[in-house]
């Protein structure tokens, strides 16, 4: 089956300590996004990456990190420096070209703070 | 980049028409107009997308004002699978690295 899977589903940190989330898609697709969602709000965009080996800050990147060696793979890091981490965070692909752009997302992970 | 104003909250009887509007008055000539959902816990699903004509396929219609300042996205027998948070997004066809994905309308099918 083609799609988007991120894992863990749930995933707990510690103080002061870094952790990763894993986002795979096997669709092909060139371009990958990171969202995060907090409680009764919309997704607010952290990076994303149009090509292997390059990635743009969203609107929310301070305390994250991602990398992009692989088409399929878009992992991000929640770093230390990341206050308020406690949120479900959600991937995306698209094919990132022409007027039908859509992203496909997957299940989402969510992230809480011991 | 447009963005867009919708209810925060709607009610359908299952079996009915769910009609979803959305203001995005500021919209330029060429942003399109997108529609997903999310179901609780769930990663968002794209339902449909437009720039000027209405448009229908399997899941819902999307109706486009002349002027381009409104949308109206239509469930044409509501279940209540289609209860679901529902975001209205215009954002440019090329380069679509910019979804702003509000608040959007909670709808929810009652029996």
């Known amino acids: 089956d083609g799609g988007i899977t991120q894992s863990p589903k749930y995933l707990f940190r510690k103080e002061g300590q870094n952790v990763t989330l894993s986002c795979e898609q096997n669709?092909?697709?060139?371009?990958m996004y990171w969202y995060r969602q907090d409680p009764g709000q919309g997704l607010r965009l952290i990076y994303y990456?149009?090509?292997?080996?390059?990635?743009q800050k969203g609107d929310i990147a301070e305390g994250y990190s991602v990398s992009r060696e692989k088409k399929e793979s878009f992992p991000l890091t929640v770093t230390s420096a990341q206050k308020n981490p406690t949120a479900f965070y959600l991937c995306a692909s698209s094919t990132e070209t022409g007027p039908k752009n859509i992203q496909y997302f997957g299940a989402g992970t969510r992230l809480s703070v011991l | 980049d447009a963005k867009t104003t919708q209810p925060t909250s709607m009610d359908c009887a299952e079996g009915r028409a769910a009609n979803l509007p959305c203001n995005h008055s500021?919209?330029?000539?060429?942003?399109?107009v997108y529609w997903y959902r999310q179901i609780h816990s769930q990663g968002p699903q794209y339902i449909i997308h437009g720039l000027k004509n209405n448009e229908t396929n399997e899941m819902a219609s999307l109706i486009i004002t002349e002027d381009r300042k409104s949308s109206t996205l239509i469930l044409p027998h509501a279940t209540l699978r289609d209860t679901a948070v529902y975001y209205c997004i215009v954002s440019r066809g090329y380069n679509n690295n910019d979804m702003r994905f509000g608040a959007g309308t909670r709808l929810t099918v009652k029996p």
């Open positions: 990456s149009q090509i292997v080996n390059d990635f």
């Open positions: 669709l092909n697709h060139d371009a």
């Open positions: 500021t919209i330029s000539g060429n942003e399109y």
